[in-house]
């Protein structure tokens, strides 16, 4: 019962490299979300997928892209990651909108 | 007003005492709220759910003032294991933030 997972736990990259965070759920749910985290900040919203074949824009979107592979997967991709990117992302998924949201244990990023 | 607003905090308590916290929202068309935990480093977790005017689970008890559009979350009997952050969520209904809208969060700190 593996609930939400996400790959890796820890990163370091330098400045202009990419990546992308992969995360998983094996709850059936419709919607996927990315978020991230900065100390003072609370959680910001960066994209998310109401159900399988849609994406949408967050609140802080610009430098990220996703893609919702298929229903269980929603992926994160950093184009060319920057300092200000320095920061904890967590995937969440739920079965639909307003619902209850489960979160993944998070990806702790440190961008040089 | 922000969209969702509570006290930072921190909330530095004995073991035993009772707390409160209080969340104010500005969406008065929304229904049902939340409360989640978040422990230091660890991804946020659903500690209750709010859908009519309050909700008790042991030692926890949430309610809800719709009129006055503000959420309390009470903490009778505080443990060492309630330190914690927790965060009010509100359903989002448009605009860019998706479905849940997440304060920053009030930190607590319970001491022996």
């Known amino acids: 019962n593996a609930g939400v997972t996400q790959t890796p736990k820890f990163q370091v990259l330098k400045t202009g490299q990419s990546m992308t965070l992969q995360c998983a759920q094996d709850m059936n749910h419709n919607s996927m979300y990315w978020y991230r985290q900065d100390p003072g900040m609370g959680l910001r919203l960066i994209y998310y997928s109401a159900s399988e074949g849609t994406t949408d824009k967050g609140e802080v979107p610009n430098g990220y892209n996703v893609s919702r592979l298929n229903k269980r997967e929603f992926s994160l991709r950093l184009e060319s990651a920057a300092p200000s990117q320095t920061s904890v992302y967590f995937c969440?998924?739920?079965?639909?909108?307003?619902?209850?949201?489960?979160f993944g244990p998070g990806t702790r990023l440190t961008v040089l | 007003r922000k969209e969702v607003e509570q006290d930072p905090g921190p909330f530095n308590v004995p073991e035993g005492a009772t707390v409160a916290f209080n969340c104010t929202y500005s969406n008065s068309a929304s229904q049902s709220f939340f409360w989640y935990r978040q422990d230091c480093r660890k991804e946020p977790k659903l500690l209750m759910s709010?859908?009519?005017s309050g909700n008790e689970d042991g030692r926890f008890t949430a309610q809800l003032n719709r009129a006055s559009q503000y959420i309390s979350l009470l903490i009778r009997d505080s443990k060492l294991s309630d330190s914690a952050t927790y965060l009010c969520?509100?359903?989002?209904?448009?605009?860019?933030?998706?479905?849940?809208?997440f304060g920053k969060g009030t930190k607590l700190s319970v001491k022996p």
């Open positions: 969520v509100v359903p989002n209904y448009g605009g860019s933030q998706g479905n849940l809208i």
């Open positions: 709010v859908y009519s």
């Open positions: 969440a998924s739920s079965t639909g909108a307003a619902d209850t949201q489960y």
